[in-house]
Structure formats: structure tokens, C-alpha cells
């Protein structure tokens, strides 16, 4: 059993950053791919950054330069660090571990950009 929790979120003020963190339990295979959505409301959740066990990243596009998704696979840990924050980056953020046709999810953490 697979159990993520997600930790970092809060308040910011436009431009400012956050790093939100993801603690995993279980067995994570070290080629799962371990990536952050967010979902703001009234929109559907969306894809904001992934890593694969080979460390191949990818980002959204509202988020290039701005996000770095990095995980330690021996802590069973992800990261995601978020700089120059914008008023639309206001959401709740999902750690999500993709492996063996199985994904997993955390509770999801908030994240308010607002002066």
C-alpha cells in the first residue's frame, strides 16, 4: 500500500516562492514516475510537473522556469520547488506516484498566491 503526504503549502505574496513536499510510504519502485498536479477551483486538475526514475523531468507549460520537481528515491521523497509565484497558481497541490498501471495519491496541500 502506497500512501503519499504532501506538506508546504500556505500563503505567498505574488513573486514570492514555496516548496511543497511529498513523503511516501510503501513500495516505490525507483522506476515509477512521481509528478505534482494541482487543481484550482471550478477547473479540472492538471499536470504541473513528473520525474522518472531516470530523472527526466517534464513541466507544464504555465510553469517552465519557474518550477524544479527533484525526489530522492531512497527517502522515498519528492519536491517541488516554486519560485515567482503568480495569483493563478493558486490551487491545491497532489503529489501522484504512477507504477505498475496503479496510481496514488496524497490529500493534496494548498497553495495561496496573494498580496
Known amino acids: 500500500q502506497v500512501q503519499l503526504s504532501e506538506s508546504g503549502g500556505g500563503l505567498v505574496q505574488p513573486g514570492g516562492s514555496l516548496r511543497l513536499s511529498c513523503a511516501a510510504s510503501?513500495?516505490?519502485?525507483?522506476?515509477?514516475?512521481v509528478g505534482w498536479y494541482r487543481q484550482a477551483p471550478g477547473k479540472e486538475r492538471e499536470a504541473v510537473a513528473s520525474?522518472?526514475?531516470?530523472?527526466?523531468?517534464n513541466y507544464a507549460d504555465s510553469v517552465k522556469g519557474r518550477f524544479t520537481i527533484s525526489r530522492d528515491n531512497a527517502k522515498k521523497w519528492v519536491d517541488l520547488q516554486m519560485n515567482s509565484l503568480k495569483s493563478e497558481d493558486t490551487a491545491v497541490y497532489y503529489c501522484?506516484?504512477?507504477?505498475?498501471?496503479?496510481?496514488?495519491w496524497g490529500q493534496g496541500t494548498q497553495v495561496t498566491v496573494s498580496s
Open positions: 501522484n506516484v504512477e507504477q505498475f498501471g496503479y496510481n496514488y
Open positions: 510503501g513500495r516505490i519502485s525507483s522506476i515509477a514516475i
Open positions: 520525474i522518472s526514475g531516470y530523472g527526466a523531468t
